[in-house]
């Protein structure tokens, strides 16, 4: 089983050799780019997103790991927003996309094929556009020339895992602007405090024994990895999560949030990596101490259970969730699971996500470095792309 080697995430000549490209330096930025993004934003002329008419609906255009953007508008939209938001992640655009609808399309680099071929598509139909990517790009190109909103993403904005921010906050203003989500500059600017606060919790000089994240990443280091959310919130989290484990840590994760993944998460609790061991819960069991790995074979991992959880509140639908969430807790610990539970903060419903969205970066990357491998590179990856390019 791997195991966290804390000198790895302790020493900052072994960070400095294992982290490449810099990526806890870059996810430390995350509140620096939610204030540049507002001033690119209204540099751009947010203001005139949708020329000041609310859109029939809109349709969030975003691929792999920039999809969380849309999730992130969704879940905010839910509770009052007066039209539908969906999202896509290539072509072809629905049919029901029309002049009365707003297409928004994220994209990094400004070049991915979905949403450059989605807001291309939108823009011939006559939808209003507002984008967000590089300046110099394709998808800038398009939305210039259909008299949209298009917004930069600064400099050195080199991974989409490592400039959410960057990508998420001119959504969120053009999606306040339209009255669709509550996302004010002040409810921004408190997730950037919030985003400062988590990069000074989980700092690298901050030691293994008091930095949250890297007590996290070493409690999940030896497991099978679920993620559960309490709610639609922390859900998104939950995404964001198994996105950052996969393809920071190289951890395989599954996901869910509740009350929908309850009885899923329960389930695994009587499967082969619980105290269990596939015959059902045994509260209390341990692993063998004297087994010797040579002849007994190495050590099974333990189910792992990563709970995000909001802020609760007096009202029935809440506590119902709170009980919920505390009975599937009950059960993980009775089934001899490792437990992670990260509890978000007092707050604008934006700054709370912050707080979970900015944890979950931090433990997957303290995962990747405290494992051996270098969160910003994978050979697989890099293999993926030489065999599909031209594609």
Known sequence: MPELQESWVDDPDELALRDSRD?????????????????????AGIERVGDGTRPRSVLVAA???????????RVLAEAGSP????????????????????VIAVSLSGRAPG????ATEAARRGASLLTVGAQDSPLADVTRQARGVHVGVGRGR???????????????????????????TDALSEAATA???????????????????????????????????DGALAGVAAVRAAGMLARTARVPASYGSLPDAASEVVACFDGPFTAGGGNGTTAGREADIFADPFLDGPAQPRLGLLMLRDVASENPDSLRQV?????????????????????????????????????????????????????????????????????
């Open 195 to 229: 985003l400062d606060q988590k990069a000074e919790e989980c700092r690298p000089s901050s030691e293994s024994f008091v930095n949250p994240a890297k007590l996290a990443a070493a409690t999940l280091a030896p497991t099978v990895p679920m993620i559960l959310g």
């Open 83 to 102: 039209v539908p938001v969906a999202s896509r992640s290539n072509v072809p655009l629905p049919g029901w996309v029309g002049p009365l609808d707003m």
């Open 158 to 184: 080199s991974s989409s895992r490592t400039a959410l921010w960057s990508l998420l906050t001119p959504v969120l203003l053009g999606a306040h602007q339209l009255g669709i989500a509550d996302a004010s």
């Open 323 to 391: 009980a919920l969430a505390d009975a599937v807790k009950a059960e993980a610990d009775a089934a001899g699971c490792k437990i992670v539970e990260l509890v978000a903060a007092q707050g604008h419903p934006i700054a709370r996500l912050a707080g979970h969205l900015a944890m979950v970066d931090y433990i997957a990357t303290y995962l990747a470095i405290g494992t051996g491998i270098d969160p910003s590179i994978s050979p697989h990856v890099a293999d993926l792309r030489d065999r599909t390019r031209g594609f």
């Open 115 to 118: 949403p450059l071929g989605l």
């Open 23 to 43: 990526t806890l330096r870059a996810l430390a930025s995350a509140g620096a780019q939610v204030r540049e993004s507002i001033t690119l934003s209204q540099e």
């Open 63 to 73: 691929v792999g790991g920039t999809k969380v953007v849309g999730d992130v508008l």
